[in-house]
């Protein structure tokens, strides 16, 4: 009776082991095409490459996420193929960042308060950061064409630049990259200080009669007029004034640009009634909130006078430090 338990002890261990050993052989073809899902071969990686502006300029007060540029659709050059034998996952790895979480669609660049977006297909169709999603077993070719998209995300320190180079670039499960998104060029953001309150700035000279300007040289009519602007506390601002017409060869005047009258101009004056030197860059200073650049126009005789009347033009060009 002893030994008849014990060897019936025994059978019940093996039958464990068998079941043991089965169950592992089980658990193990199980796992096995969760292994599967990674394996994908391509036949090569292409560049997405896009030529951005080389300076961008942020409007005044732009809102986060604001989209400041926008490529156009952008095919692949040589369109690899990618082969997967099972369920693969895929997105788009930050090359100049910090990948972002899954369903995030703007990535962070190399410039604080500045993100991008890749769109896929069409410009309304994102690509989002690996391992977002899924693609089946299959063969795909990597020839859809992508665009770029430059978005304000914060605060962005003006002249910052995004160097050329890679970006980013579209990976699949064990590391294989099929497309890498490229700038072909840099890109600096100038991110202004100071906005126009009002353009074009119209400026009307009083009515005169011919006797009022009786010799080349003569002037009269000076009328004041300002830039006005709205201005972030601590911007340093510079002008420029250029002629819109032909230079009159004569320092601040402006060669009319239509009209009967003949013989006459206008000239422009800076706030201390020195003739304005165009193309020169005046500074104005520090600024805060309203801000208003003074300046004068008067008439200037350059020639034997014709009655009639006239208009010239001006343009002027801001800049910040």
């Not at 599967?36 to 292409?46: E, Y």
């Not at 000076?222 to 230079?247: E, H, P, Y």
């Not at 009967?260 to 193309?279: I, R």
């Not at 003074?294 to 008439?299: D, E, I, S, T, V």
Request: net charge neutral.
């Amino acid at each position: 009776m002893t030994r008849a338990t014990g060897v019936l002890s025994w059978a019940g261990n093996a039958v464990f082991r068998r079941i043991g050993s089965l169950l592992l052989l089980m658990l193990v073809l199980a796992f096995m095409p969760t292994g599967a899902k990674a394996n994908c071969t391509t036949t090569g990686t292409t560049p997405v490459t896009f030529t951005p502006p080389t300076t961008i300029t942020v409007a005044f007060n732009a809102a986060v996420g604001t989209v400041l540029y926008t490529s156009p659709l952008i095919a692949p050059t040589n369109p690899p193929t990618l082969t997967c034998t099972g369920t693969t996952n895929y997105g788009v790895i930050d090359s100049v960042g910090t990948t972002p979480g899954v369903g995030v669609q703007v990535y962070p660049t190399s410039i604080a308060g500045l993100g991008y977006s890749i769109t896929h297909n069409d410009l309304t169709t994102f690509l989002f950061p690996y391992p977002c999603c899924q693609l089946a077993a299959g063969s795909y070719s990597a020839s859809v064409s992508s665009s770029l998209q430059l978005i304000k995300t914060g605060p962005i320190v003006s002249g910052s630049v995004l160097p050329a180079g890679q970006i980013g670039y579209w990976q699949f499960d064990s590391g294989q990259k099929i497309e890498t998104f490229t700038l072909a060029n840099s890109v600096t953001i100038l991110d202004p200080a100071c906005s126009v309150n009002t353009t074009p700035i119209n400026v009307t000279l009083p009515t005169i009669t011919t006797g009022a300007l009786n010799a080349v040289g003569a002037t009269t009519g000076t009328t004041a007029f300002a830039i006005a602007l709205t201005c972030s506390s601590g911007a340093t601002l510079d002008v420029q004034l250029n002629f819109a017409g032909t230079a009159s060869g004569i320092t601040g005047v402006l060669t009319p640009t239509s009209g009967t009258a003949a013989g006459v101009g206008v000239q422009l004056l800076d706030k201390n009634s020195n003739p304005v030197v165009f193309g020169a860059t005046t500074l104005v200073g520090s600024t805060s909130g309203l801000t208003s650049i003074p300046f004068y126009a008067r008439y200037y005789r350059t020639a034997g006078i014709t009655a009639g009347t006239l208009t010239a033009s001006a343009t002027f060009t801001l800049s910040y430090q």
